[in-house]
Structures are given as C-alpha cells and as structure tokens.
C-alpha cells in the first residue's frame, strides 16, 4: 500500500519540477537497478542521463522549428522547365 502512494507522491513532484523523463522511466529504471544490485547513485545518473537527452532533444526540435528552415529538397524533385533561362550545361550561370 505504501508503495502506491509512494508512487503517487513521487509522480507529483516530479510533475512539479517538470522532470518528464524521470516519470516515464523510474520504474524500469528502479527494477533494472534492484535486479543488478546497482547503487542509488547509478540510479539516479541513470534518470537524469535520460532527462538531459530527452531535454536536448525537445529543444532541437523547438529551435529547428522556430529557426522556420525550410525542408532539405533535392535535384530530383526540381522542375526545370519552370526556369528555361537555367544553363543545365553550367548550373552556375543563366544562358545569356
């Protein structure tokens, strides 16, 4: 019984510092390291390895998103025939 609310408080305050990670993962984690006779220290460095690449991640994306970077195209899917100045022979330079 005391496990459940013990779960339940945990998940609260990890909510309240907003460590989504460590919520998705402490009990697999907390297993892993019981079964492997892994010390709380290995523990934690775990969840918050976790954390930081999740973190790291979510603000690539953000900054990526923000950045408005157009997506990556390539030649294949270019229709020349909507640029007839274009030069095919030397790309660099319009036929003059």
């Given at each position: 019984?005391?496990?459940?609310?013990d779960?339940?408080?945990?998940?609260?305050?990890?909510?309240?510092?907003?460590?989504?990670?460590f919520i998705?993962?402490?009990e697999?984690?907390?297993?892993?390291?019981?079964q492997?006779?892994?010390?709380?220290?290995?523990?934690?460095l775990?969840?918050?390895?976790?954390?930081?690449?999740?973190?790291?991640?979510?603000?690539?994306?953000?900054?990526?998103?923000?950045?408005?970077?157009?997506?990556?195209?390539?030649?294949?899917?270019?229709?020349?025939?909507?640029?007839?100045?274009?030069?095919?022979r030397?790309?660099?330079?319009?036929?003059?």
């Open positions: 019984m005391t496990t459940v609310v779960n339940v408080v945990l998940e609260s305050y990890l909510k309240k510092l907003y460590l989504s990670s998705r993962y402490h697999a984690y907390a297993a892993e390291a019981a492997s006779n892994q010390s709380y220290t290995r523990f934690l775990a969840l918050a390895e976790q954390e930081v690449l999740a973190r790291e991640a979510r603000r690539r994306q953000r900054r990526l998103k923000e950045a408005k970077i157009p997506v990556v195209k390539e030649l294949c899917g270019f229709d020349f025939d909507k640029v007839p100045e274009l030069n095919l030397n790309p660099g330079h319009a036929d003059q």
